[in-house]
């Protein structure tokens, strides 16, 4: 399910939320990329969600927006 060991980990301690968008009832979501892949910074208001489009850690895991995108090649 996961692109590496470190974004599970990451994933484990609650730093990065790997999902879909609609489910993320604890905050708001900060940008509007088309991803599944979000780091999960504390706010004033419960938390924010940046979504990212590539694993920090090993670079690997585009979201499904560069998926689509890709496939319209
Ligand atoms: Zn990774």
């Known amino acids: 399910m996961f692109c590496c060991d470190l974004l599970a980990e990451a994933v484990q301690r609650g730093a990065f939320y790997y999902g879909a968008a ?8 900060a940008n509007d990329l088309q991803t599944e892949y979000y780091i999960r910074a504390a706010s004033s208001r419960g938390y924010e969600y940046l979504g990212i489009n590539y694993c920090p850690f090993c670079g690997r895991a585009p979201s499904l927006g560069l998926w689509q995108a890709e496939k319209k090649k």
């Open 22 to 29: 609609h489910r993320i009832d604890d905050g708001r979501i």
